[in-house]
């Protein structure tokens, strides 16, 4: 959406509507932005009557000449008279936005990406790269083979080729969280060992995940402990990753599967 956004506003000018603040049960938390054009939207504030109004007092503000407190937060009660019933309040600032304000904006609304390194570059990895190029992390995805990654991808995955592949992990971003799905379980195997190394010497991966079945992990499991990793160390693996509930074998759905599991390890927005 950004993208988008940013790219529009090369041709048109357009206004910025941002959540300022939120109190009691809002639609959308602090930060959410769209940007309201004379003809369409970028992005969306949570829908229903609030986003009618906003949309209504945005383009309002396109046609007015720019006076003193256009800026200043305007207070929208969520109840009967917008046809709402959050029961919440929700502090809306409207900005007129135009082509010089591209880098500034460019700064403000790039979110706080949580990175992500993903291990394997096959079917599963790459519905998985396509869906968290969506949501707020950056992607590190790495394989030990050649010219497995597609050409075109999202600016919010990059590639990288390690051979021998664990080696990556040492040079992974602090609090990084691990997803291991290679090609084949020896390479699985040595990522997990790097990984629960790492875990040893710095405790910063707070999730590691590696795709596979109960009894994939129980065999795993026996060689881990053989070379000496304890209980509690093993339990900061978890396999198999996903969501409980979510049934099917298609990429897509082991990848959403496996990205829901990542956002519930996100703090909580406060409301």
Known sequence: MLDELLSRLLREAGVLVRVHATQGSAPREAGTWMAVWREGLTGTIGGGQLEFQAIAAARALLDAPPQPGDDAPVRYPLGPSLGQ???????????????ADIE?????????????????????????ARLLAGLPYAVRWIDSRDGVFPAALPARVQTEHSEP??????????????????????????IVI????RLREK??????????SKTKWAT???????????????????CPIGIPGITGKEPEVIAVAVAAQLLLQRPATEG
């Open 194 to 197: 790097a990984c629960l190394r």
């Open 85 to 99: 019933c959050c029961g919440g309040v929700v502090h809306l600032r409207f900005q007129r936005i135009a082509a």
């Open 165 to 190: 592949v664990q080696d990556a992990v040492a040079q992974l971003a602090p609090h990084s969280q691990v997803l291991i799905m290679s090609f084949s379980h020896a390479e699985d195997l040595d």
């Open 220 to 238: 795993f499991r026996h060689r881990l402990e053989a070379r000496g990793f304890s209980a509690d160390e093993l339990a900061r693996i978890t």
């Open 203 to 212: 405790g910063d991966l707070p999730y590691v995940g590696l795709i596979g």
């Open 104 to 128: 500034a904006l460019r700064h403000e609304l790039t979110p706080p990406l949580q990175p992500v390194a993903l291990f394997g570059g096959g079917h599963v990895g790459a519905a998985l």
